[in-house]
């Protein structure tokens, strides 16, 4: 693969292989099998099966960590089926571009009217649509210079190779189209799955149908006989990737009026400033430039027209709007009745919608319908429509298409690039009500936060409080789950391989791997001194045997000998193998290498018995942990001064341990923010709306609190800590068994003797049951962190003796405090504690 599948890709992709390992055992059109694949739009489910097919044709890249029961299949064919071609062609275009085994010359093959074969050849990925299939298709029938119709060829194919011919229905990317056309679609799928005795066609012996969720997949299974196995990605793992952009903000009149034009220059204006801060981004960040295209809906036409729409006078806008005219390509069409157009002398041309995203000229894109269909464009950010309100559950399914981000990662340091913005001039409030609540159905959108732009804003760095922010870079957070568990042997190699690549310290990698090797013969001596080594060893090179004699004829059973045999090479190597999938990044070689001179077989086995010795493995896990941190630790400055994106990877190795570990806490240049625009404006905050204010409704209790900190004079700025965004301060504490992130609702600044002192402090109502599991993690972080911290503070509001109510702050960054704290197992302590401990 040319691209790096994140965590929860691989995990799908290797549920695909264990499920396809189990099937093909026992495919055939009498047993048929099928695997129900359901993941949510945006999570790359094109991506996890180009994957898959690479391991069926060719090599899995990851081949150590796949089971030694996983076969390739060089011969194996693939067919492709979906309901348009231009789904087939865009799947086509997705896997070239992703494969680095699969070519489009000779392996991506699209069945047309004229082809003919007696079966599907091996090693290739086919495409056909539901629209060739029909029964008065030419591909369907055989005579006038056709040997084979297609339903022969599949059914020839299937039998010739049932464990062995994957049959992938794409139900994820399915047509708009309803009524008539969608039921006949539906109906040539199931074709595949029931077999069609009239045209001899077989059930297909191994399907692989992909889809949003299940319900679509299993509505065509419903009187299929296949055995199924089901495979599927939720929706909080996509979320949680970065590959989703975090909001869709919809730009809308008070009332419905006929402001298009108003509304198209705005969403012109808004895609220059969007250009504009791509351009700066990437530039700061030596990364490719992203393009970003405005995407123009159009009414549909009359008998003397294309469209209602005055394209002439749009175009105009836009170009008032970006103060330049458009460049010779930038405006493009996607509609299918027309080829270019002639707008007023301008050259508007035609573009197949699975071509958009490839072509770097395009910037504007004006269409009817058809871009919502499996359409893929990340760079399409800006969409101005010119449809009516009653269209809205349409433009909610395009909107699902939009959502994917440029570069496949959220970007952390400028918030409004995470946005996707639409333009509605026909809707009025209740009508974006209607489309904000379709875009809640899964099926058609992935989950991403969604609202009015009025409620939606960005904030921005106060540029008063470059000092302060100086101040928070030195400080920590968590981040709970964020990354996938690993070996520490294998963050250990990871860590010092990447400061190798990225120029920090070009020693590191082979420092790392010459002593890994050095622990590997620590631990042999060890075993070997012990006495425990020889034993081992000969659970590996020797097979014991037993031998029973049964006299003929007689029920007797005699043991006659027992005896052992020196192991098979192959097996030897088969287990050497092994080991190297326990100490991954290729370390048995590496200790192989270094033990040249000595017996090959000796040396294989010793890394086996490592690897099976869980004593030895805890002792290179501790010593590699141990390391990590030293390694980390010596060039922690350095990885905070890399670019986003390789910064990153240093962050996820960091956090890929089972329990907690902090990082560095990074505030952006901007973040995203949700906020009426009647909502109370609170002075001093570290990051604002572009008028300078800040606006936010805060809780009861938050907002008390923050009046008593604003009312000091020493209180410098402070941040609402914002619950689960990549920028906030995340704590750890437990609960069940089990380790939660909670997010402190104020960070405080406030200048102490020339010193800025920065300030926990969390409101927190004591009926809640989580409140004693919450102080104890507070007390765990104080414990460990509070040295960087001022105050850090629990909070409730209780009764004044005095009369009325006052807020009673329990300091958690005292000694006495945390020694207290880690002791209590219960909410009733906690009060009592509180009642002792505060005045």
């Known amino acids: 693969m040319k691209v790096t599948l994140f965590d929860f890709q691989k995990d799908a992709l290797h549920l695909l292989r264990d499920k396809l390992i189990a099937a093909r055992k026992f495919a055939s059109s009498d047993n048929p099998q099928a695997i129900a694949f359901y993941a949510p739009t945006g999570s790359g489910k094109t991506i996890v099966m180009t994957a898959l097919f690479e ?54 093959i699209s069945i047309d009217s004229t082809f003919d074969a007696e079966r599907l050849e091996g090693g290739k990925v086919y495409f056909v649509n539901t629209q060739k299939l029909g029964n008065d298709k030419l591909l369907t029938k055989e005579g006038d210079g056709r040997q084979y119709s297609i339903w022969t060829t599949l059914t020839n194919t299937a039998k010739a190779n049932p464990d062995r011919f994957y049959v992938v229905i794409d139900e994820a990317h399915r047509g708009m189209a309803g009524g008539r056309g969608a039921k006949e679609a539906q109906t040539l799928m199931q074709r595949f799955l029931l077999g069609y005795t009239e045209v001899g066609l077989v059930k297909m012996p191994l399907v692989i149908g992909v889809s949003a969720t299940p319900k679509r997949f299993m509505d065509l299974l419903e009187y299929a006989p296949h055995t199924v196995h089901k495979v599927s ?50 530039k700061a960040e030596g990364e490719p430039v992203v393009w970003p295209i405005l995407v123009v809906q159009v009414e549909n036409g009359t008998e003397k027209a294309i469209t209602k729409t005055n394209l002439s006078d749009a175009l105009d806008v836009i170009e008032n709007a970006i103060g330049r005219r458009l460049r010779e390509g930038e405006a493009v069409h996607a509609m299918h009745d027309t080829g270019d157009m002639d707008v007023a ?64 990662r959220r970007v952390e340091r400028v918030a409004a690039l995470n946005d996707v913005h639409l333009f509605l001039p026909y809707f009025d409030t209740k009508a974006v009500n209607s489309v904000v609540e379709s875009l809640q159905n899964v099926e058609d959108v992935p989950p991403t936060e969604t609202g009015s732009a009025e409620d939606l804003v960005v904030l921005d760095r106060r540029s008063d409080f470059e000092d302060v922010f100086e101040v928070l870079s030195d400080l920590v957070t968590y981040r709970v789950n964020a990354s996938r568990t690993q070996s520490h042997l294998r963050r250990f190699i990871s860590i010092a391989r990447s400061l190798t690549l990225d120029e920090i310290d070009e020693n590191a990698w082979e420092v790392a791997k010459k002593k890994i090797v050095t622990w590997l013969s620590g631990q042999v001596d060890a075993l070997k001194s012990n006495g425990r080594f020889t034993g081992l060893e000969n659970n590996i090179v020797k097979v014991g045997l037993k031998t029973l004699a049964v006299r003929n004829g007689s029920k007797d059973v005699a043991t006659e000998s027992d005896y052992s045999i020196d192991a098979s090479s192959v097996d030897v190597d088969r287990l050497f193998e092994d080991a190297g999938r326990a100490l991954s990044h290729g370390l048995h070689m590496n200790y192989w290498q270094e033990n040249a001179d000595r017996d090959a077989l000796n040396v294989k086995v010793e890394v086996i018995v490592l690897t099976k010795d869980h004593a030895s493995m805890s002792a290179l896990e501790s010593s590699a942990e141990v390391a990590f941190d030293e390694l980390y630790d010596l060039h922690k400055s350095a990885i905070g001064k890399l670019k986003e994106l390789r910064r990153s990877t240093y962050e996820k190795l960091r956090l890929a341990t089972a329990k907690p570990t902090e990082i560095p806490w990074h505030l952006p240049d901007s973040i995203d923010f949700r906020r009426i625009p009647s909502a109370p404006n609170w002075e001093r905050h570290l990051f604002v709306e572009a008028d300078g204010e800040f606006k936010a409704e805060l809780g009861t209790w938050e907002a008390g609190v923050l009046n008593e900190e604003l009312g000091s004079n020493a209180t410098i700025a402070w941040l609402r800590n914002v619950d689960r965004k990549p920028w906030s ?111």
């Open 233 to 282: 990605i939720s929706p909080e793992d996509v979320r949680q990737s970065g590959l989703l952009k975090d909001r869709i903000l919809i730009h809308h009149p008070a009332s419905a009026s006929a402001a298009e034009m108003t509304l198209l220059e705005e969403a012109a204006r808004r895609w220059a400033e969007m250009t504009d801060e791509w351009a700066v981004y990437c």
């Open 55 to 108: 391991a069926i044709l060719d090599l899995p890249d990851d081949q150590l960590a796949w089971p030694l029961d996983w076969q390739q299949q060089s011969d194996a064919v693939i067919l492709w089926v979906s309901d348009m071609p231009e789904l087939n062609e865009q799947t086509k275009l997705k896997i070239e571009s992703k494969s680095d085994r699969i070519y489009r010359v000779n392996q991506l």
């Open 729 to 839: 301060l995340e704590i750890p504490y437990e609960t069940g068994g089990e380790i939660r992130p909670m997010f402190p609702d104020l960070v405080i600044i406030r200048n102490v003797h020339e010193t800025y002192v920065v300030d926990i402090l969390e409101p927190h109502n004591p009926n809640l049951a989580d409140n004693f599991e919450k102080a104890v993690g507070l007390a765990r972080f104080a414990e460990k962190h509070g040295h960087l911290f001022g105050r850090i503070q629990l909070i409730r509001k209780r009764p004044s003796p005095a009369g009325g109510e006052y807020y009673a702050r329990l300091d958690i960054n005292k000694t006495a405090t945390q020694k207290q704290l880690l002791l209590i197992t219960s909410n009733p302590q906690l009060d009592a504690l509180f009642e002792s401990s505060v005045s």
């Open 345 to 408: 002398g301008r050259r508007l041309r035609k573009i197949d919608a699975s071509r958009i995203d490839a072509d770097k000229e395009v910037g504007v894109v004006f269409f009817k319908t058809n871009l919502s269909t499996g359409w893929d464009c990340p760079r399409a950010e800006i969409m101005m429509s010119f449809r009516r309100a009653e269209d809205h559950t349409y433009i909610a399914q395009l909107l699902g298409r939009m959502v994917r981000t440029p570069m496949a």
